[in-house]
């Protein structure tokens, strides 16, 4: 019975649903960006979602009253006292992580390397990095601000271009 299965289903969300917000520092007021205007809308347009409201969907209302919404961010430009009050109080649990050490960092080199490897399979294409490659990678795929997203441009510039050249 589909009506009982969507019905059900919008149950378990209205109860132990889990809305993640990420990078909601793009979203932060802070004098260093422009744009104030239309950010502070964006807030503006969350508050009632995670204070608690009825949301309509293809499938019928849903009401966010007990639904957990999760937010993360860097704050790197913006702090979270850039945030609405408002939107500040609804999120009232904060977090901040410490930086990646090194140790995770040539972790993360690593376990990328190890997933390049498998994408290349098909082609009968080993990687084998020195300590030294190793910690290259580490140091230049890794930025503070960004964190491991340069990664993947790093070792493609310096990895799968050659290899691709080579095949």
């Not at 990420?22 to 004098?31: H, L």
């Not at 098909?122 to 030294?132: A, F, G, S, Y």
Request: proline share 5%; aromatic share 4%; glycine share 6%.
């Amino acid at each position: 019975d589909q009506d009982a299965i969507v019905q059900a289903a919008i149950r378990e969300v209205e109860n132990n649903g889990i809305v993640f917000l990420d990078e909601i520092d793009k979203i932060a007021v802070s004098d260093v960006r422009g744009g104030s205007v239309s950010r502070e809308g964006v807030q503006r347009d969350l508050l009632p979602l995670i204070e608690g409201t009825t949301v309509s969907t293809k499938h019928g209302p849903v009401k966010t009253d007990h639904i957990l919404f999760i937010a993360s961010g860097a704050f790197h430009l913006a702090k979270p006292a850039d945030l609405l009050p408002e939107l500040q109080g609804r999120l009232p649990i904060r977090v901040e992580l410490a930086p990646l050490s090194r140790d995770v960092v040539i972790h993360v080199v690593e376990k990328f390397v190890l997933q390049l490897e498998a994408q290349l399979m098909d082609r009968n294409v080993h990687i084998e990095l020195t300590d030294e490659a190793t910690d290259w990678l580490a140091k230049n795929g890794f930025d503070e601000l960004y964190g491991a997203r340069p990664l993947a441009r790093v070792i493609q510039e310096h990895i799968k271009k050659p290899l691709a050249d080579d095949i």
